[in-house]
């Protein structure tokens, strides 16, 4: 349909999204199935909304080979109003919910959670998160155990889920580029910005044993069960978000499912990488675990500031854009989600090395 130049986009989110997925998107949004209005103008209520939010939730659960014992649902409000919600929906009386410290967006939940007498389990900041946390040992009688999976800002992941009886998983920065363990999760949550869609909309994996424990006071647009009783609306959803979700799942099914994603994200992973460990150390890995470097979120160092400012714009001018890194952290920050594809992380690496040659 259309024929924009892309460029490779390497923002951490909002973040690129497959071009058949942004094309399929934006011939609904003008009309939807030949009816002559476009999906994000019809009713929530209507059959025609009605069957993309079925498929959807049917599709996501396919994707992660989930079956009956957890519900779907989209809601907005981003990850920050998730980890807000979780603690007020999951902390029963008497159980104390358990964090693990491993960066940014795992300390925001914690102290989110604060309220809630969260107790942090282990914390990786005095090495400036340049890891994810260990040493730790969560009890199974916690209200809950929170991990985030992968460190956006840092770069780092768990290579393995934890296991935990009430495990709480932030995927959003990895979620579903790789299969997930969500049927031994007690809850799972992403922000879809980074590897399935739009801000404005977020996923949450909830079991649905958890619901006898939410309080009646819990307000209902917040509470897990209410949403899941009104399959996510109880108000009107973001709609026209839930559509590009549909699209996204559909093009995962294409590209093989979450196992294929996951060998194509290593691969391009692995060039970044390469590039950094072939440099002989003029660029530096911010990540001192190999084994935890994140296949989202590549992020490095050069030798100054001042090259690291030059490696982003120059990069800018052959069409690599979006590198810099988190505002708090600095150097620079290569994300490569789904949408990536290999050949971005290929002319990527290669731009890192000419760099070197010329700046070396
Ligand atoms: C891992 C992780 N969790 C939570 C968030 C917060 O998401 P939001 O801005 O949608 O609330 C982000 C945002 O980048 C993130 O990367």
Not at 88 to 106: I, K, T
Not at 160 to 189: I, K, Q
Not at 348 to 353: E, G, H, T, V, W
């Amino acid at each position: 349909m259309t024929n924009r130049s892309r460029v490779y986009n390497f923002s951490a989110g909002p973040a690129m999204l497959p071009t058949e997925v942004l094309e399929a998107s934006a011939a609904a949004l003008l009309d939807f199935q030949g009816k002559g209005f476009g999906i994000a103008e019809c009713s929530h209520r209507g059959k025609e909304f009605d069957g993309v939010i079925d498929e959807a939730i049917a599709r996501c659960k396919a994707l992660l080979g989930l079956g009956d014992s957890h519900d779907v649902l989209f809601v907005q409000g981003g990850a920050t109003q998730l980890f807000t919600t979780i603690p007020m929906n999951l902390v029963a009386a008497g159980a104390v919910p358990e964090y693990v410290v491993s960066g940014e967006w795992s300390k925001k939940a914690a102290d989110a959670a604060k309220p809630y007498a969260a107790k942090v389990l282990a914390s990786s900041e005095a090495t400036q998160f340049d890891r994810p946390a260990s040493g730790w040992t969560a009890s199974d009688g916690a209200a809950y155990l929170h991990v985030c999976s992968n460190e956006t800002v840092h770069g780092h992941r768990l290579a393995e889920w934890p296991t935990h009886p009430n495990l709480v998983v932030d995927a959003s920065s990895e979620f579903m580029s790789r299969p997930h363990p969500v049927g031994r999760s007690a809850l799972v949550y992403a922000g879809a910005q980074k590897n399935l869609g739009p801000a404005g909309v977020s996923v949450v994996l909830v079991r649905k044993d958890l619901y006898p424990r939410i309080a009646k006071t819990v307000p209902k647009i917040f509470s897990f069960s209410a949403l899941a009783e009104n399959k996510s609306m109880l108000n009107t959803p973001p709609t026209f978000g839930i559509y590009i979700l549909l699209e996204t799942f559909r093009w995962l099914e294409r590209q093989g499912g979450l196992a294929a994603m996951e060998q194509r994200n290593a691969e391009k992973a692995g060039l970044l990488y390469a590039a950094i460990d072939g440099s002989n150390g003029w660029y530096r890995g911010t990540v001192a675990e190999t084994a935890a470097r994140s296949h989202m979120n590549v992020t490095f160092r050069l030798p100054s500031d001042e090259l690291a400012d030059r490696f982003v714009k120059e990069a800018e001018k052959q069409g690599l854009t979006a590198l810099k890194g988190y505002r708090t952290v600095g150097g620079i920050r290569a994300s490569i989600y789904n949408a990536m594809p290999v050949a971005g992380s290929q002319t990527l690496a290669s731009f890192m090395r000419d760099f070197q040659a010329k700046n070396g």
